[in-house]
Antibody, heavy 119, light 110 residues
């Protein structure tokens, strides 16, 4: 069965960096686009970034463009999110989600990892 | 990248039907048949319940249905059950090669 397991969250000071990972199993990772979606405490879902199956195409939400970088290692079945210049409003649970091919939606989600940006 | 517009809350009694609206623009909801809906219970990850405007993934109850007219999509839940009480989010692909969520709707089963 499809499994997505995020890691790397924690407490970080404003302006610092953090890298999240998402370990995938149960499907052909190298054939699937992948997304990051976040949810601030008590708030709604916000799409963050997408990366194509081969890593060649990436797109970002305006709120993170220039600060966050999505990448993947298909040999390790792992998705990454490098987050730089973190701000208080980046505090959220970060989910990785698998793209449902040709349907442009998120068919499987991880359980999320909490990132808290605070001094 | 403005969020899609959903009502903050809806409610219904067991057995009744409710509809949640999701309003966007011609650059997202109105421009593509890539509207999806997600159910999220407290403390849990979201779950896909509708994709491609009106398609249900395998295993999702046929009490959930989706539709779209112009720039507005809708999710209908028929035969409300206590377990349907959750937050619901719409999502659409956009002309900027990005995705946008609605603000979410809290469903209360009375």
């Amino acid at each position: 069965q499809v499994q997505l397991v995020e890691s790397g969250g924690g407490v970080v000071q404003p302006g610092r960096s953090l890298r999240l990972s998402c370990a995938a199993s149960g499907f052909t990772f190298s054939s699937s686009g992948m997304h990051w979606v976040r949810q601030a405490p008590g708030k709604g879902l916000e799409w963050v970034a997408v990366i194509s199956h081969d890593g060649r195409n990436k797109h970002y939400a305006d709120s993170v463009r220039g600060r966050f970088t999505v990448s993947r290692d298909n040999s390790k079945n792992t998705l990454y999110l490098q987050m730089n210049s973190l701000r208080a409003d980046d505090t959220a649970v970060y989910y990785c989600a698998k793209d449902r091919s040709r349907n442009w939606c998120f068919d499987y989600w991880g359980q999320g990892t909490l990132v808290t940006v605070s001094s | 990248q403005s969020a899609l517009t959903q009502p903050a809350s809806v409610s219904g009694s067991p057995g009744q039907s409710i509809t949640i609206s999701c309003t966007g623009t011609s650059s997202d909801v109105g421009g593509y048949n890539y509207v999806s809906w997600y159910q999220q219970h407290p403390g849990k990850a979201p779950k896909l319940i509708i994709y491609g405007v009106s398609n249900r993934p395998s295993g999702v109850s046929n009490r959930f249905s989706g539709s779209k007219s112009g720039n507005m999509a809708s999710l209908t839940i028929s035969g409300l059950q206590a377990e349907d009480e959750a937050d619901y989010y719409c999502n659409s692909y956009t002309s900027s090669d990005t995705w946008v969520f609605g603000g979410g709707t809290k469903l209360t089963v009375l």
